[in-house]
């Protein structure tokens, strides 16, 4: 049982943010820079060592046409790489097909799948279903290749130090044109299957009337260990998944789909998923032995998930998931502008606990934080493994949906919570966990997290110690702002 936080502290009926402060933050970065970062408060660590990458929709217009949806927006990739206790910033954008083209277009070519439409109105959309491969994801860097992910395609690879795009990389075959290859890979720090050396693992989805999950697991050179492909019934819409030294398990939430106003030039094909209410999600277990053929599916009410924190497996028959769930998915309008998101119309994330019992078929569910929360983050060694400390952007009050604007650290076992807050004009998104090198605790390290601050209208890098979220250790202030990004690593190169 992890204990709940009582809801009677920091309430307030004042938002926390300026809506158009908060605007500011989605302005396109068309500039692409390379400095040492001089302007920091506080110091940096000398034992933080190696390079934060991060990924997200730069470019929030083209040739003055907005991009519909910032999840449509073309993948920039930032460095920030630690050296002795200097930091340098350097950021490029992903030179995919699309990005070259319509650069060189100066207007919109491809349709997004959140709704871009290409101008020209109906005819000009209609029938219509090359999308573009926009690489905004997540980066990893794994196999000695830097790897821009974009789930819907195949990953791009860039040049580690230069972020310069070396093209579009098949995983020396592993993958085939027009394949796609998930944003959310996992790593095994301990692959119970390879003898107990690290392994990735990643999957892709083909939807339709049925959906087939393929899975792939990778050595540590990039070799492929396993590949297995599954086929579920209905459509799904999975971005995220999580693994246990035994499963891969992935929450096929109550979406249905339909395509026509898609096909007929009207929608994007992320605005023809319908969220259903009231239907139960379908918990899907995969074995990650090869030989073991027993899928085990369970239903729970989960709501929406997008993204999970982490997966455990406890007692031989018990399997915990925990994520983060919203009650409703909004269906993406196409009329509205996301900049005028009303956040209290929307449910927030919240972070919830879930207890398969893999011998009775029965699952149970519980809260864990009513705040709004989105990024879970955790130690890398405690991938698919028991854990007491999670990391999640959060919201600065403890009740109602807002955009994130601080980072909470959770002690799942004592129930502790500690936050660091940006408010009232600085905004945030994912954090990352740093381990120390010589840490011996799971919360001996950083948390690194980007921050948009509105008073300059630029980003600044925080550093904080995992273990004290009194005051950064250092923050420092870059040039200009980060558009409000995705997914990152942190990669010791
Ligand atoms: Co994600």
């Known amino acids: 049982m992890i204990p709940t936080q009582s809801l009677e502290t920091s309430q307030s009926s004042v938002l926390s943010y300026d809506p158009k402060d908060w605007q500011q933050g989605y302005r396109s970065q068309p500039n692409e820079y390379d400095y040492w970062i001089e302007d920091i408060d506080g110091e940096i660590p000398m034992a933080l060592e190696g390079t934060l990458f991060k990924n997200g929709p730069g470019l929030l217009e083209i040739g003055g046409q907005p991009i519909h949806h910032p999840f449509d927006g073309d993948g920039m990739v930032s460095a920030i790489q630690f050296t002795q206790g200097r930091a340098h910033y350097r950021n490029r954008y992903v030179r995919t097909q699309g990005y070259l083209a319509e650069q060189q277009a100066g207007k919109i070519l491809h349709r997004g799948v959140f709704g871009t439409q290409k101008p020209g109105g109906l005819l000009a959309n209609m029938f219509d279903l090359k999308l573009k491969n926009i690489a905004n994801t997540q980066v990893i860097y794994w196999g000695g290749k830097l790897l821009a992910l974009w789930e819907a395609a195949e990953p791009h690879r860039l040049d580690p130090v230069t972020l310069e795009t070396m093209g579009i990389d098949y995983l020396e075959g592993i993958l085939q044109p027009g394949d796609a290859f998930a944003a959310h890979p996992r790593i095994d720090p301990a692959s119970a299957l390879d003898g107990g050396q690290p392994c990735l693992v990643n999957f892709s989805i083909k939807p339709g009337l049925s959906t087939t999950i393929n899975l792939y697991e990778l050595a540590t050179d990039g070799r492929l260990l396993r590949k297995r492909a599954y086929t579920v019934p209905g459509f799904a819409f999975i971005h995220d998944f999580v693994i246990t030294p035994r499963y891969c398990i992935f929450f096929q939430n109550p979406v249905s789909y339909n395509p026509f106003p898609f096909l007929l030039g009207w929608a994007g094909a992320g605005e023809c998923v319908q969220f259903q209410s009231g239907q139960p999600t379908q918990v899907i277990m995969i074995p990650r032995d090869p030989q073991d053929k027993a899928i085990k599916t369970f239903e729970v009410e989960a709501g929406f998930v997008f993204h999970h924190a982490n997966a455990f497996e406890q007692q031989e028959d018990e399997l915990i998931v925990d994520s983060i769930c919203y ?132 980003s600044d890098l925080v550093i904080l110690d995992a273990q004290n979220f009194t005051a950064p250790m250092a923050r420092l202030h870059l040039k200009h702002h980060i558009p409000y990004g995705l997914h990152g690593t942190f990669a010791a190169v």
């Open 327 to 458: 009650k409703t998915l909004p269906g993406v309008d196409p009329q509205a502008d996301f900049r005028d998101t009303n956040f209290a119309d929307l449910d927030p994330g919240q972070l919830w606990r879930f207890t398969f019992n893999l011998e009775t078929g029965t699952a149970q569910s519980q809260q864990i934080e009513p705040r709004c929360l989105e990024f879970p983050a955790i130690h890398p060694a405690h991938m698919g493994r028991s854990y007491r400390y999670l990391y999640l952007g959060a919201a600065h009050d403890l009740q109602g949906n807002a955009p994130l604007q601080g980072v909470l650290k959770l002690d799942l076992e004592a129930g502790d919570r500690q936050i660091w807050s940006a408010a009232p004009r600085g905004f945030t998104g994912e954090p990352i966990f740093v381990p120390h090198p010589q840490g011996t605790q799971e919360d001996q390290g950083w948390v690194l997290i980007l921050v948009y601050d509105a008073s300059h209208h630029r």
